[in-house]
């Protein structure tokens, strides 16, 4: 059970039983795993205050098990997450979109995992507004696959059809679920979003009465591995977090790569941010691979990684992901695409490796959540959100400020026309 002793065996009997969605319920119906809405999560921080729950992006299997095994020892909700790059029908992941429920489920059951789970589809990109038909087939397949929560990533089109992209897609997700929007593709310092672009998509939606949980920003950050660079605008971050603060809408923060842990808390304490997104570092930190206090891989003076010996996968593993890494002419962040070819090779090393390997992933985790995300005791903050609500959905958060008559296709064009946008360079800047 839970660390803390006011959360009884039959408390969490009822979490259980009032507590998973349909979908959940219908795929594991004998399962003591307790995956819940995204919006539970959200909540919990929110109660808690200046606390982030981490998205931990679920590459592997024993990156999922290490992750759910720290959060069950830090007593601290938490989001398990695929991106459509990584885990979608083109992925570089062996773990995807329609399988990371059930992974996470079965590990749960297995490890005795209580705390409340979201297993989240992160960064559904919507490319152009050609991909609007196909998502609308291909989103509700999701839901059926066990996803609680759901980023819609429209952040590459011009900002009028970012709104119009998320209001074509929201009747196929469920209402219980959570909600994420994102406007500003995540750059680095390139692109920066501003209030305007924020308000304008959140307006939009609030309008049509569809109020996300999070919103993420472009505020400086990169995805995969930033060796330099600004990183996090927290001041950036802070006066749009505010200027949002009528509807209700907290922040999930991408990129913390780059970011030192003093970043990182100074985004928890000041900022309404809720969601932080760790990827690139939960998978070095698996194989094995140095890196430091905030997960970001160290290089050698060639610009190699270093592999310490005697932790993560085996040295003659390694040597072969090194080894396909070159033929294939993978370098640096790229190196992401080892996930695919080397999974099945990785779970087929001893226990005591993969043991390892996982264990890694969980002692990084477990620090951030209790010494840098402030996520150290959420897990029962949530469960007892649930037994309150008596459902699976807590309902939004909030409510229906703008007037649907002003946000017409019409009004939409009119008003994208008076922002003064900057989405930066074109290129790729997936996860």
């Not at 885990?87 to 992941?93: D, R, S």
């Not at 603060?245 to 003093?262: E, L």
């Not at 402030?374 to 807590?394: F, K, M, R, V, W």
Request: glycine content about 10%; proline content about 4%.
């Amino acid at each position: 059970m839970a660390n803390n002793d006011t959360i009884s065996v039959d408390d969490f009997n009822q979490a259980l039983e009032v507590g998973r969605p349909p979908n959940i319920v219908r795929l594991f119906p004998n399962s003591r795993a307790l995956i819940v809405s995204g919006k539970y999560i959200d909540r919990a921080m929110l109660a808690k205050g200046k606390s982030i729950a981490m998205a931990a992006n679920g590459r592997s299997h024993l990156v999922i098990r290490g992750a759910l095994q720290a959060a069950q020892r830090a007593n601290a909700c938490l989001i398990i997450e695929i991106a459509r790059s990584e885990g979608g029908a083109n992925a570089y992941c062996a773990v995807n979109y329609w399988n990371i429920a059930r992974q996470v489920d079965a590990v749960c059951n297995e490890l005795g995992i209580t705390v409340p789970v979201a297993i989240h589809a992160d960064h559904y990109g919507i490319k152009s507004t050609s991909d609007v038909d196909g998502a609308k087939v291909e989103i509700p397949t999701l839901f059926e696959a066990g996803m609680t929560s759901i980023a819609v990533d429209a952040s590459h089109l011009p900002d009028e059809q970012n709104l119009l992209s998320n209001l074509a897609l929201n009747p196929c997700i469920p209402d219980w679920a959570g909600l994420e929007t994102e406007v500003g593709e995540i750059k680095g310092k390139q692109g920066l979003s501003t209030s305007q672009e924020a308000l304008f998509l959140i307006k939009g939606l609030n309008a049509h009465d569809i109020f996300p949980d999070w919103i993420a920003l472009n505020n400086g950050t990169t995805h995969g591995i930033e060796a330099s660079g600004q990183g996090i605008q927290v001041d950036l971050t802070t006066t749009i977090h505010d200027d949002l603060t009528p509807y209700k809408v907290s922040g999930a923060q991408h990129g913390t790569s780059g970011n030192n842990s003093d970043r990182l808390r100074e985004i928890a304490d000041k900022t309404r941010t809720t969601k932080a997104n760790v990827a690139t570092a939960l998978q070095m930190i698996s194989w094995g691979l140095e890196v430091n206090d905030y997960g970001n891989a160290i290089l050698d003076p060639d610009g190699q990684f270093i592999k310490v010996k005697g932790e993560g996968a085996t040295e003659e593993m390694w040597a072969d992901m090194v080894a396909h890494a070159g033929d294939q002419g993978l370098s640096g962040g790229n190196f992401k695409k080892l996930n695919l070819p080397f999974e099945n090779k990785l779970m087929g090393q001893p226990r005591s490796v993969r043991e390892r390997m996982a264990k890694r992933v969980e002692d990084f985790v477990y620090t951030m959540l209790v010494n840098i995300f402030n996520a150290e005791d959420t897990a029962d903050i949530a469960l007892q959100q649930i037994l309150e609500t008596g459902s699976y959905d807590p309902g939004p958060k909030a409510g229906r400020i703008e007037d649907p008559g002003e946000w017409s296709e019409a009004g939409i064009a009119e008003k994208a026309a008076l922002i003064d946008s900057n989405k930066g360079p074109e290129g790729d800047f997936d996860d």
